[in-house]
């Protein structure tokens, strides 16, 4: 079965440092890897994705995503945060591929990213 | 335009009612499903239909059930409601057949639902 994991709760960084929300995969098959972000009350935003192509991938507001294949990661990155950055951030993984796909994914437990000014 | 809309935003309720959220998608997809977030921020599928037809149904017990009266809409009622059933619920869409799959979901805005 398709799983991701997020292993850090929590992360903190200092407003104009970069930031890394760690994300691993565990997959049968080719990995379709999603970043999303959740602000407090509101439902869940795609920042993006990776399906193929190119490791790094860009995405909304300044996000970055670098898929490796060896170390089965999709980490989330940004150069510089802002204190607008602090939310929860989920990585996900579509369940599924082909004829049978549902298109379902499913997400790892959440990383809190605080950003301190 | 919301892309995907859910009613009520919130609800609060007594044990023992019973409560519907609705959901619609204007992005023309062919898929919905319905997700659950608990108390720790944890989401889980619950349930997805496919142009009408259910397609996941996840171990959920069956008080929960949802309705979709075409690829637009997906509702989801809730009978005997219980403590354990405060969460809020997300409805989301995604184009799972044919030409333009992109492979991302797109979520509404959730609907808190509290058990009294």
């Known amino acids: 079965a398709q799983s991701v994991a997020q292993p850090e709760d929590q992360v903190n960084v200092a407003e104009g440092n970069p930031l890394t929300v760690k994300c691993t995969y565990s997959?049968?098959?080719?990995?379709?890897l999603f970043w999303y972000v959740q602000y407090p009350n509101r439902g869940l935003q795609f920042l993006l994705k990776?399906?193929?192509?190119?490791?790094l991938v860009k995405g909304s507001y300044g996000f970055e995503a670098e898929f490796n294949k060896s170390q089965t990661s999709f980490h989330l990155k940004k150069p510089s945060a802002l204190v607008s950055d602090s939310a929860l951030y989920f990585c996900?993984?579509?369940?599924?591929?082909?004829?049978?796909?549902?298109?379902?994914?499913?997400f790892g437990q959440g990383t809190t990213l605080q950003v301190k000014p | 335009d919301t892309a995907v809309s859910q009613t009520p935003k919130y609800l609060v309720t007594q044990m023992g009612n019973d409560k519907s959220i609705k959901c619609e998608q204007n992005?023309?997809?062919?898929?919905m499903y319905w997700y659950k977030q608990d108390s720790k921020k944890f989401l889980k599928i619950m349930f997805s239909?496919?142009?009408?037809?259910?397609?996941i149904n996840e171990t959920v017990p069956n008080r929960f059930s949802p309705k979709s009266p075409d690829k637009a809409h997906l509702n989801l009622h809730i009978n005997s409601l219980e403590l354990g059933d405060s969460a809020v619920y997300f409805c989301?869409?995604?184009?799972?057949?044919?030409?333009?799959?992109?492979?991302?979901?797109?979520f509404g805005e959730g609907s808190r639902l509290t058990v009294l």
């Open positions: 997959v049968s098959g080719n990995p379709y």
């Open positions: 996900a993984v579509r369940d599924g591929y082909g004829s049978g796909n549902t298109g379902k994914l499913i």
């Open positions: 990776y399906i193929t192509g190119d490791n």
């Open positions: 239909y496919n142009n009408k037809e259910l397609i």
């Open positions: 992005l023309g997809h062919d898929t």
């Open positions: 989301a869409s995604s184009q799972v057949g044919g030409t333009g799959v992109t492979g991302e979901l797109f």
